[in-house]
C-alpha cells in the first residue's frame, strides 16, 4: 500500500480568501505608490494565519492586529468561517478522486483549533487529505508522475499544500505534518521499514495527540516518537491512555488502520463566490478551473464521462440593466471527463462571449452525463482512438472558429446532383443521422444508379456504393451555369464535344422541384473536361461541375 497525505496549512484562510485578486479602490490605482494588497486571518486581538504575500512583509501568527497593519498597510483581515472551510476541504476532496476512489479526510481536532499561542498546535495539525494510490501508480506513470498530477490539482483548486508519502495513512499524514512544519527533510518514503527509522526521529509534537498531552510529554523528557516508543508500554497506557499505543502501531504499519472513505455526492452542482467584480473572460476561466477539476473528480468517481455542462454566472445587483444571472452551456459530441480539455472548450466559449454585466459568483451543472469505457492499452493502434482523437481536434476547431463553420459532408438519398449531397455542423451530424426520408423514384431503364442514392454514411466510412457507368466531377458549381451556343454544340469560352453517350436524370417530381435532364462529359479543345447537362423541355444547355 502506498499513501499521499496533502495538508493544507491555510485552508481556514484560503476558504474566505477571494479567490481572485481584489481590484484597488480608484484613489489606490491613481496612487502609484499604493500599498500591495495582502490578506491575513485574525481575531479581535491577534493574527492567526497570514498569507504568503503577508508573510514576506514580517506578518505572522500571533502578532497583534495593530502590529500587523503597520508592517503591512495593505493587509485585509478576514474572519474564520468554519462552513466555508468544511466545503472548501469537502471541494479539495472531490477533485482528488480523480486519482483514486479511496480518499479519507483529517480535519485538526477541536483542541488543536482552540490553542491560538502562536498558532502552534494549528501550524502541527493542518487540514489533510489522505489517499490510497497503491493500485493505481502504473496507470499514472508512477510515484513522481502522480506526486505532480496531485500537487498540479491542488494548486488548481488555489490552495498552498505540503504533500508526503509512506506505506501507512498516520505515516504520511505524519511526514506531511512535518514537511508543514519544516521538522524533517524527507517526505517521501516508499518501505515500511525506512518508516519506522524516520517517524522515529520526529518530534513528538506532531502527533494528533500531542496538544492534549503536550505539558505531560515536557515533564518526562520525551522528545521525539522515538522516545515515546521506548517508554514503558504499561506507563504509556496509564497516562495518556490506550490511543497512543494504536496510533503509534497504526503509523508503523503494525495495527490495522480502518477508514471511512469520502463519498462523491449522487448528482454534481458546485458554486464558487468570487467576492470581488471579474469583468474579464480571463479571470472568470482561472475560477471557473477550480469547479472544472472538481467535477472532473467526481466523474471519475462515478465512472462516468458528460457531453455537456452548464455554467452560471452571477451578476452584481448594480447593474439594473442586465439579469441578475446568465448561463453558457457548453456541448461537445463525444462523452468526455478529461479535464484539460473541457477547461479548453471552455477558454474558447469565454473568449467569444461577452459578459452582460461583472460577475460576483459561478456555478457548474453537470449535464448529460453517462457510463464512461475507459480505452484499453493495445499493441498496435485501433481506429477508435483515432477517430477519437479527430473528434476531439473538429471539437476545437468549432470551437475557436464556432460550430457552424465546422461542416461535415454527407450524401443524401436524392438523384439530383445538387441536393445529392449535403453540409451539416460536425456535431449534429455525429449526434445524429438526419437524412431525408425515401421517396418513389423515377429512374428510366437507360438511368444507371446514381452513387447518390446509398445509405447516410457515418462520421468517418466511405459509402460502400458501385461507382456510376459515367465519372462524376469533383467540383460542382453553387448553381448551374448557363451556355451559349454555336451552331448544335454549346460553348464555355471554347466550343464544348460531347465524350460520352446520354445519362438521364428524372427526378424530384414529389417536391415541386422536378428536374429532366441528359448529361454528357464535354471537353475543349484543350483537354479540358466539363460536366454539362441539357434541358429535355426547351434543350438549353447548362455547365454544372468541372474536372480536375
Known amino acids: 500500500m502506498l499513501w499521499i497525505a496533502v495538508t493544507l496549512p491555510l485552508l481556514p484562510l484560503e476558504a474566505v480568501k477571494p479567490p481572485l485578486p481584489c481590484p484597488s479602490p480608484a484613489s489606490e490605482q491613481a496612487d502609484g505608490n499604493a500599498p500591495p494588497r495582502c490578506h491575513a486571518l ?52 472531490l477533485a482528488l478522486l480523480a486519482y483514486t476512489p479511496k480518499v479519507s479526510l483529517v480535519a485538526p481536532s477541536a483542541s488543536a483549533q482552540a490553542t491560538s499561542a502562536a498558532q502552534k498546535a494549528q501550524a502541527l495539525q493542518s487540514h489533510t487529505v489522505l489517499l490510497e494510490v497503491g493500485s493505481g501508480l502504473r496507470l499514472f506513470g508512477g510515484v513522481r508522475a502522480l506526486l505532480a498530477k496531485v500537487a498540479a490539482t491542488v494548486e488548481s ?21 512535518a514537511h508543514a512544519a519544516r521538522a524533517s527533510r524527507r517526505w517521501h518514503v516508499l518501505k515500511e521499514s525506512t518508516l519506522a527509522r524516520v517517524l522515529d526521529a520526529l518530534p513528538v509534537t506532531l502527533a494528533p495527540f500531542a496538544a492534549q498531552h503536550e505539558h505531560a510529554l515536557t515533564q518526562i523528557g520525551c522528545a521525539t516518537l522515538g522516545d515515546l516508543r521506548r517508554l514503558p508500554r504499561d506507563g504509556i497506557v496509564r497516562r495518556f491512555g490506550d490511543g497512543v499505543l494504536a496510533w503509534l502501531a497504526q503509523a508503523r504499519g503494525e495495527a490495522p488502520d480502518p477508514r471511512v472513505w469520502f463519498e462523491a455526492p449522487p448528482s454534481f452542482q458546485a458554486s ?3 467576492q470581488a467584480r471579474v469583468e474579464s473572460a480571463e479571470a ?10 472538481q467535477l472532473a473528480g ?14 452560471r454566472l452571477e451578476h452584481e445587483l448594480a447593474s439594473r440593466h442586465a439579469p441578475r444571472t446568465s448561463s453558457l ?27 452582460a454585466a461583472p460577475v460576483i459568483g459561478l456555478a457548474l451543472f453537470a ?137 438521364r436524370i428524372e427526378s424530384g417530381w414529389w417536391d415541386g422541384e422536378s428536374v429532366e435532364r441528359d448529361y454528357y462529359v464535354a ?23 468541372l474536372f480536375g
Open 298 to 311: 467526481w466523474l471519475a468517481a462515478q465512472h462516468a464521462a458528460l457531453a455537456g455542462f452548464e455554467l
Open 157 to 177: 483548486c488555489g490552495h498552498v499544500a505540503r504533500i508526503a508519502c509512506a506505506p501507512t495513512a498516520w505515516g504520511a499524514w505524519t511526514l506531511a505534518q
Open 284 to 293: 472568470l476561466l482561472f475560477a471557473a478551473r477550480r469547479l472544472v477539476m
Open 272 to 274: 464558487l463566490e468570487l
Open 367 to 503: 449535464a448529460d452525463v453517462s457510463d464512461y469505457a475507459a480505452p484499453t492499452e493495445t499493441l498496435f493502434p485501433m481506429a477508435e482512438a483515432a477517430e477519437a482523437s479527430l473528434g476531439q481536434l473538429f471539437e476545437r476547431i468549432g470551437a475557436r472558429l464556432g460550430e457552424q463553420n465546422v461542416l461535415q459532408l454527407f450524401v443524401e438519398d436524392d438523384h439530383r446532383p445538387e441536393q445529392a449531397m449535403s453540409a451539416r455542423p460536425w456535431r449534429a451530424g455525429k449526434a445524429k443521422s438526419a437524412a431525408k426520408p425515401r421517396r418513389p423514384k423515377k429512374t428510366p431503364h437507360d438511368a444507371p444508379q446514381d452513387a447518390a442514392s446509398a445509405p447516410v454514411q457515418s462520421a468517418f466510412d466511405l459509402p460502400e456504393v458501385p461507382l456510376p457507368a459515367q465519372p462524376r466531377p469533383a467540383w460542382l458549381l453553387e448553381k448551374p451555369l448557363k451556355l451559349a451556343m454555336r451552331g448544335d454544340r454549346p460553348i464555355y469560352r471554347r466550343p464544348l464535344k460531347t465524350l460520352t453517350r446520354t445519362e
Open 329 to 355: 452551456a457548453i456541448a461537445w459530441a463525444a462523452p468526455s471527463r478529461d479535464a484539460e480539455h473541457l477547461l479548453w472548450l471552455l477558454r474558447e466559449r469565454l473568449n467569444q462571449t461577452e459578459l
Open 42 to 93: 485574525a481575531d479581535h486581538t491577534r493574527i492567526l494565519i497570514a498569507d504568503l504575500d503577508a508573510l514576506r512583509l514580517g506578518v505572522h501568527a500571533g502578532s497583534a492586529r495593530s502590529h500587523a497593519l503597520a508592517l503591512a498597510p495593505g493587509l485585509v483581515l478576514l474572519e474564520a468561517d468554519p462552513a466555508r472551510e468544511t466545503r472548501a476541504f469537502e471541494a479539495l476532496a
Open 523 to 545: 471537353a475543349d479543345d484543350q483537354g479540358r473536361m466539363f460536366w454539362l447537362y441539357r434541358e429535355r423541355v426547351g434543350g438549353q444547355w447548362y455547365l454544372q461541375g
